[in-house]
């Protein structure tokens, strides 16, 4: 997720925590699944296709998403076909979007997630350009990484060409349904706040939860903002933030304006400037989380939040001053059961 919902950085401690494994800088890992969990042997998604983006989508296990859809999203059952406004949005910053997010200090935060269980296989929501799934490559033995939008995907197989640990594919997260199971499921960047509806909401995360294996975590990199800064963006005047980007002649000004609704329903409006090059200008709605939906709408997925961290450190979370909301969540005993 794009603009101020990515927030000021936090730095990740000189001393890495004592659990996390060594991460080597370029992994190269064989192709059977990971570890054995007791069942029947799980398969992994099928071989992946090209597309006329230079993306890639699976052959299979995946339900296709159709065409893409009008700017005005149809909503049934609680859940929108807003798609398009997504993959719209995403099209336009694309040029964009690495430098605006080079310095967000969470690089060692997605090592340590993906160093646990030795052999850990990840799949990850809303990839982009593979900022992020570098490093979870780094410590993972296998990354499962999707996106809706083709040309982040294309931006990412670009990145990440040279790890034969990593597979990209381009799909709905609402919709996803892989016959492999993972150790870890991560939501970096928050893909969900693109998500506005309760039952669009509800649907991604029960995905989310399917597709994980006895045992294994789902961290979600949360939208969120401290009660302070809600209070401002629910003025008329809004957010407003500006902050720089990179050195000299191609240094990125980015501006930033963010109103919030009292349901956590904000729009943003994003500019992106360069010296000698037009203004960039991009909209997108969002929708942030309360503490009370992260908890309520885990457990209806059949999932017990263990951990809140407050920084890409894990500095605890304290709702009044924390910048970031980072979950942890595993299966419920009774996953199954509930989540039907």
Known sequence: MAGEMHRSTNVWPTVPPSRAAAAPGRRRTRREPGPETGRQPEREPAPARETGSGATEPESGVEPEGGVEPEGARVT???????????????RIAPYLDLELADRGDGGFWEWTASEPAGCRVLELGAGTGRATLFLARAAARVFACDLSPELIAIARERLESLDNVRLFVADMRRLCLAA?????????????HLLLDGERDRALRAAAAHLAPGGRLILDAAWFSPHRRELASRPEGLVTERFRGGGAGQLRVREEVRCDAGRICHSRIEYRRAGAPLVAASFRSRLWSLAEVGHRCRAAGLEVISLWGGYDRRPFRRLISSRLIVEARPRPDRRERAR
């Open 77 to 91: 059952d609680g859940v929108s076909d807003g798609a398009g406004e997504v993959r719209a949005y995403y099209r």
């Open 181 to 193: 199971r993972f150790e870890l499921v991560v939501a970096v960047d928050d893909p969900f706040a």
